[in-house]
């Protein structure tokens, strides 16, 4: 595997989505600005403009960084380089991965901060660690379609059963006793439940990125 | 002897509604060969086996002494490829796409994409999606050129150009050719392109590499023969004879065996030369391809008949 030529492809398709990372920056802050400036209609307000614009960063990198890659006819370009199928695909996986979890820490970061900071509510902080690797998870699924399947219909398929069942997973986790009964309490209490979880949801990441890499090799055409 | 730059030999790749069949193909170091086929005759199929992008199924490919394609990341540093359905990152510079590729080509000759820079008249602050298609075309050639590749491989490369542009693209393409070292493997259906720049000719059609030779080659043998038949004589026979037209007394030959003998021959059939017509390469196509499928349809019948 050739890492410096990965590399290079991922600073290209980070140069390429550097508008709509900074954009998606700009909108988390002002959602969490909005959480901050406290009352419970700012806190919804801000945590569903905050989840709105981490799906759809998600989304947006996820398909750009795959199917319009092909769609714009943008890969005869990039496969005319030195780079074989596999560092490609380690580049797109990887680069979906990297680029996003720019956005990611920074909107978990800001908003755990918050959270801490106001402590009546640090309950929380289970369920938002549980459903932001929830949105990560399903952006690594849409980008894993997105190469796998080559196919823009079957991807946004992806990307809306992923929506929906973002806010199925939402509801189940908030109404799980040993999670939903301390989220809006002042003690921070980790259960063993939540700790399985998390558990799921990396082991499901590890699952999609193999998994992409397992067909990505067995296919013999390329454009 | 060099290794050829580019070897097919029995290669072949199947589609639900297409196959690939036994492709044999030699291009030597410092060649031009002009690959010629109708739309979906299969040349950008080949291309991108040449390319690694697609896999046969059958056959071995070897460019620039690399397999392919398990070899295609150490090829790939020596080919410089430019396609029709090939498009930059619209939203990035010319300028950015240069850099890039800087970095990736340790032969990247930077004075010499300046110098196609002002010959084209590309700007590398211009943003690609601002670049009508015929800069476009440009941007990536020089993209491919100033990498200063072994081997250039041009993917119908003019198509949808307009006149002008497609005598600039084709200009600086025969300029490059002074490089004997440099190979370059043109796929076109424009004939009048590949005449231009091609010193070899391989024509592919229905999958199949129906000819493949020198381009003087096929300008001296193929003929037009147009006779004068005395009543109630037969057509002399004569070799290479692809396809006979005309009418009666007044048939027209087509050989691709010519030899300035025959016209001396068929005056002592007692047949009247009226011309010996020569043919562009577009006419040589279509008639090579016109006598290729008439003789496998030809074979077919049989072999059903046989049956």
């Known amino acids: 595997m050739n890492y410096s030529m990965v590399k290079r492809l991922i600073l290209k398709d980070w140069y390429l989505q550097r508008w709509p990372i900074l954009f998606s920056l700009l909108g988390g802050a002002l959602a969490l600005a909005i959480v901050a400036k406290g009352g419970q209609a700012g806190f919804t307000l801000g945590i569903i403009l905050l989840v709105t614009v981490l799906v759809t960063i998600g989304a947006m990198l996820a398909m750009n960084l795959t199917v319009l890659e092909r769609k714009e006819q943008t890969l005869a370009f990039v496969m005319s380089l030195p780079v074989s199928y596999r560092e490609y695909t380690a580049a797109k996986i990887l680069g979906v991965l990297l680029i996003f979890l720019v956005p990611w820490l920074a909107f978990m970061a800001g908003s755990i901060a918050l959270i801490w900071f106001a402590p009546e509510i640090r309950g929380l902080i289970p369920f938002i660690v549980i459903m932001g690797t929830e949105i990560l998870a399903n952006t690594c699924m849409i980008a894993a379609v997105g190469l796998i399947s080559e196919s823009q219909g079957w991807t946004i398929t992806v990307l809306m059963i992923g929506n929906l069942a973002l806010n199925a997973i939402g509801y189940a986790v908030a109404h799980i006793p040993s999670i939903g009964n301390g989220m809006f309490r002042p003690h921070l209490h980790w259960s063993p439940t939540a700790t399985g979880l998390l558990a799921t949801e990396v082991a499901i990441i590890c699952l999609i990125l193999a998994g992409t890499f397992f067909f990505q090799s067995r296919k013999n055409d390329f454009l | ?307």
């Open chain 2, 1 to 307: 002897m060099n290794d050829p730059a580019v070897s097919f030999q029995g290669v072949a790749k199947r589609y639900p509604h297409f196959n690939l069949d036994n492709i044999n193909l030699d291009l030597p170091i410092g060649s031009i060969m002009g690959f010629i086929g109708a739309n979906g005759a299969g040349k950008s199929t080949t291309i991108r086996i040449l390319m690694g992008l697609v896999h046969q199924d059958r056959g071995s490919v070897r460019v620039l002494g690399h397999a392919m394609p398990e070899q295609q990341v150490a090829a790939k540093q020596d080919i410089g490829f430019v396609s029709e359905d090939m498009r930059l990152y619209g939203a990035a510079t010319l300028g950015w796409h240069i850099e890039f590729l800087r970095q990736i080509f340790p032969r990247w000759d930077q004075p010499y994409a300046e110098t196609l820079l002002r010959r084209f008249e590309l700007k590398s602050e211009q943003k690609i999606k601002g670049l009508s298609h015929g800069q476009r075309v440009k941007a990536a050639l020089l993209l491919a050129l100033a990498r200063r590749p072994r081997l250039l491989v041009l993917d119908e490369p003019t198509t949808g150009l307009d006149p002008v542009a497609r005598h600039e693209v084709l200009g600086e393409l025969m300029a490059v050719l002074a490089d004997e070292e440099r190979t370059i493997l043109f796929s076109s259906h424009n004939t009048l392109d590949v005449e231009q720049i091609s010193d070899q000719i391989t024509f592919i059609d229905r999958g199949r590499i129906i000819d493949s030779n020198d381009k003087e080659m096929f300008l001296d043998r193929w003929r037009r023969l147009r006779l004068q038949l005395p009543p109630n004589a037969a057509l002399p026979q004569l070799p290479g004879i692809v396809d006979i037209g005309g009418s009666g007394r007044l048939p027209v030959l087509t050989t691709n065996r010519f030899d300035p003998a025959m016209v001396s021959a068929c005056n002592d059939m007692g047949a009247t030369v009226q011309a010996v017509d020569t043919m562009t390469l577009e006419e040589i196509f279509v008639a090579n391809v016109h006598s290729r499928r008439t003789q496998t349809a030809y074979e077919m019948e049989r072999q059903e008949v046989t049956v």
